[in-house]
């Protein structure tokens, strides 16, 4: 069975103040009908920095780990829409690739800004 996160009292309350799916719109409250996303597998090791999350519905996280239709730059375009607060590109790139170029984050970037027209963010 795989274990549950613990999550600190700061992302507890970041998730709690979610109402909806980020990717649907589906109302819900977490925990319950919404989850936490990491949008990169490797960062729940960092459960709790909100750089590297995103709150959906449980239809669409399976969505995601399944078909992996955001991708991560779509789940990046969803964060700087829904909670421009804790979207930090700079952030999310040293939790993803700690040794990233430059060209990365300009190419990371470019890549969330073609997300954010083709999701019509």
């Not at 709690?16 to 649907?24: F, N």
Request: proline share 3%; with cysteine; charged share 30%.
């Amino acid at each position: 069975m795989k274990k549950k996160l613990e999550y600190s009292e700061a992302t507890q309350r970041w998730a709690e103040s979610a109402d909806k799916c980020w990717r649907c719109g589906r109302g819900g409250w977490w925990p319950g009908s919404l989850i936490i996303h990491h949008i990169v597998r490797g960062c729940r090791r960092d459960r709790d920095n909100l750089s590297t999350t995103a709150i959906l519905c449980q239809e669409c996280h399976i969505d995601e780990h399944i078909g992996n239709e955001l991708g991560i730059a779509g789940c990046l375009a969803l964060k700087a829409k829904h909670d421009p607060q804790h979207y930090n590109l700079e952030a999310f790139a040293k939790a993803y690739r700690p040794n990233a170029t430059p060209d990365y984050l300009v190419e990371l970037r470019a890549k969330v800004d073609a997300a954010s027209e083709r999701l019509g963010e």
